[in-house]
């Protein structure tokens, strides 16, 4: 059964730095896409980053980009986001999901495009 777990998060100072991961099993890892989205409160759930089953195809949203690095070991089933230089809007919990797709450097933030999803990790950044 399709499992994605998220861990890695917690409290941080702004400027700080924090690595979330998240653990995926359950289905043939070179099919699926993986991305990170996040939800604030009172806000819609965005997307932040998503790698491609090849590792070749990244991409970010404009808000992170040079602060956050995404990255997948395919070995380990499992995609890290190193989160760098954090600030006080970063705060929202933070969600893995995976996207089935032939395409292996396939790598869009269109959440509808996501069918599984993990159960979150909360990220507060605050001094």
């Known amino acids: 059964q399709l499992r994605l777990v998220e861990s890695g998060g917690g409290l941080v100072q702004p400027g700080g730095s924090l690595r979330l991961s998240c653990a995926f099993s359950?289905?043939?890892?070179?099919?699926?896409?993986i991305g990170w989205f996040r939800q604030a409160p009172g806000k819609e759930r965005e997307g932040v980053s998503c790698i491609s089953s090849s590792g070749v195809g990244t991409n970010y949203a404009d808000s992170v980009k040079d602060r956050f690095t995404i990255s997948r070991d395919n070995a380990r089933n499992t995609v890290y986001l190193q989160m760098n230089t954090l600030k006080l809007e970063d705060t929202a919990v933070y969600y893995c999901a995976a996207q089935r797709t032939f395409r292996r450097h396939y790598a869009q933030l269109k959440r509808d495009e996501f069918d599984y999803w993990g159960q979150g990790t909360q990220v507060t950044v605050s001094s």
């Open positions: 359950g289905f043939a890892k070179n099919y699926y896409t």
